[in-house]
């Protein structure tokens, strides 16, 4: 219910107003059935626009650290994500990654859309970084298709660690459906996995026209380790 409040009457129609969204390609999301809405990922603001232009509710994870900050902001943006259905995950990996994929596996069984960032994290400058293979296993698990889509100027809008938005039109770019059935039985190949990440990953360049770099993007970010003393 709270996600339906939030989108339709109070904060949906604000954030149309202010960032009047220009989408192309919206018709290639199935109107029903199961669907991963797979994005690149340049902003914070991207699990709030997706959702926002998108007729179906759509379920995102995030990052586990977005449900236990402390003080008024932590609480605000705890409730925010869970009002709208998101789901935390621990990126360190393990049996809890494995738990959130599992959770939108039953969105997706369920009928639903699940959305996915197969970067994993914010791209570091808004290049494309190679995928993580968790987007195929729920394609190929659930028997979903993909639809790839392409944030083209979020990182202008909100660039990482900007807590406050510039104003201007946010542009969004649906691909078509892309169908991995041919797949069928093969979940947990890790060869075709890794095939179906990098198809999906190709479409993504294809569609925001953003330079692709084939490492992972996490990488950039940890820390340089201080050489050891002679």
Same mark, same amino acid.
């Given at each position: 219910?709270?996600?339906?409040?939030?989108?339709?009457?109070?904060?949906?129609?604000?954030?149309?107003?202010?960032?009047?969204?220009?989408?192309?390609?919206?018709?290639?999301?199935p109107?029903?059935?199961?669907?991963?809405?797979?994005?690149?990922?340049?902003?914070?603001?991207?699990?709030?626009?997706? $959702?926002? =232009?998108?007729?179906? +509710?759509?379920? %995102?994870? !995030?990052?586990?650290?977005?449900?236990?900050?402390? *003080?008024?902001? @932590?609480?605000?943006?705890?409730?925010?994500?869970?009002?709208?259905?998101?789901?935390?995950?621990?990126?360190?990996?393990?049996?809890?990654a494995?738990?959130?994929?599992?959770?939108?596996?039953?969105?997706?069984?369920?009928?639903?859309?699940?959305?996915?960032?197969?970067?994993?994290?914010?791209?570091?400058?808004?290049?494309?970084?190679?995928?993580?293979?968790?987007?195929?296993?729920?394609?190929?698990?659930?028997?979903?298709?993909?639809?790839?889509?392409?944030?083209?100027?979020?990182?202008?809008?909100?660039?990482?660690?900007?807590?406050? $938005?510039? =104003?201007?039109?946010? +542009?969004?770019? %649906?691909g !078509?459906?892309?169908?991995?059935?041919?797949?069928? *039985?093969?979940? @947990?190949?890790?060869?075709?996995?890794?095939a179906?990440?990098?198809?999906?990953?190709y479409?993504?360049?294809?569609?925001?026209?953003?330079?692709?770099?084939?490492?992972?993007?996490?990488?950039?970010?940890?820390p340089?380790?201080?050489?050891?003393?002679?």
């Open positions: 219910m709270l996600y339906w409040l939030l989108k339709y009457v109070i904060l949906g129609p604000l954030l149309k107003l202010i960032f009047r969204p220009q989408v192309e390609g919206l018709r290639n999301v109107a029903t059935g199961p669907v991963i809405l797979a994005s690149n990922h340049l902003s914070f603001s991207d699990s709030i626009f997706t $959702p926002l =232009i998108t007729a179906r +509710k759509v379920t %995102f994870v !995030a990052k586990a650290e977005y449900f236990t900050g402390k *003080g008024i902001k @932590g609480w605000l943006t705890k409730m925010f994500f869970v009002g709208t259905g998101t789901i935390p995950v621990d990126r360190s990996g393990g049996r809890a494995r738990a959130a994929l599992d959770t939108q596996l039953q969105v997706l069984r369920a009928g639903g859309v699940a959305g996915i960032y197969p970067e994993g994290t914010r791209s570091p400058d808004g290049r494309l970084y190679r995928g993580k293979t968790g987007v195929a296993r729920l394609a190929l698990e659930s028997g979903a298709v993909v639809v790839p889509v392409a944030m083209l100027n979020a990182d202008e809008i909100q660039p990482p660690g900007k807590l406050i $938005p510039r =104003i201007d039109r946010v +542009k969004i770019r %649906f !078509a459906p892309l169908d991995f059935s041919r797949y069928a *039985g093969l979940a @947990g190949d890790r060869f075709v996995e890794r179906v990440t990098d198809e999906i990953m479409e993504l360049m294809e569609l925001s026209g953003r330079e692709y770099v084939d490492i992972y993007a996490q990488k950039l970010k940890e340089v380790a201080a050489p050891l003393a002679a």
